[in-house]
């Protein structure tokens, strides 16, 4: 169970003493926005950077953009370990996944909540994580969708054997992680949970237990 805390939520002027609040934290996921494939904008290519330099966590980058075929190699290049890309908008979804790879990075496939898996399962072997968004893509703070957990058990099955992490993305809290955790979910990106907590550090450790609670049952 890995807790990927987004840092769409905090500081963006103290990045990185945000990001050293949270060292129990699995991974940081970056989120990406190009006021196109989302209404928002938010960080791009040099903040990802900057980061790399100022932490050895491992940098999750979940690009929200059109074209990542031209644009998410370069993440990989500055030393994201994983990358995720989203189905709707990549042209090429096998040749970037294997671009990716071929960089060192770990390749990651993102649907939005309304695209269904079943289109994607061919493409299992091509990837080393799956992100189903529980939220559509844009904003933190938005409230969890249920209605995505049958895609998560599907997924879960789909996957089989393959050590393929399933992320799930958007209003995940101690009020919705077992949910995710029972549905067959292995990592879990908390943006305003994490970062509204007086202890964010607490939270994910609190966040993780939950995970793993509801697992055993
Ligand atoms: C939404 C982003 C998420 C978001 C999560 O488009 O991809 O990573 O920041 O924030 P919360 O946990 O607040 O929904
Ligand atoms: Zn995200």
Aim: with cysteine; proline share 6%; net charge negative.
């Amino acid at each position: 169970m890995r807790i990927t805390p987004s840092i769409l939520n905090a500081d963006f002027a103290n990045l990185a003493a945000e990001i050293a609040r949270i060292p129990d934290a699995d991974a940081i996921h970056v989120d990406v926005m190009d006021n196109h494939f989302v209404p928002n904008l938010t960080i791009g290519l040099p903040v990802v950077e900057c980061l790399r330099r100022v932490t050895h966590q491992m940098l999750d980058i979940h690009l929200m953009i059109e074209d990542p075929d031209r644009w998410a190699p370069a993440f990989a290049e500055a030393g994201a370990e994983s990358v995720t890309f989203h189905v709707e908008a990549a042209r090429a979804p096998i040749r970037l996944a294997r671009a990716l790879r071929a960089e060192g990075a770990r390749a990651s496939m993102a649907l939005r909540p309304a695209t269904p898996i079943e289109g994607f399962a061919d493409m299992l072997d091509e990837v080393d994580m799956v992100l189903l968004m529980t939220v559509e893509p844009g904003f933190g703070g938005q409230g969890f969708l249920d209605l995505v957990l049958p895609k998560i058990r599907r997924t879960r099955e789909l996957v089989g054997s393959r050590p393929i992490w399933i992320q799930v993305d958007g209003g995940v809290s101690l009020a919705t992680i077992e949910r995710c955790a029972e549905a067959g979910a292995d990592t879990f990106v908390a943006g305003s949970a994490v970062y509204s907590a007086d202890d964010a550090n607490a939270m994910v450790g609190a966040l993780r237990d939950r995970a793993v609670a509801a697992c055993r049952h």
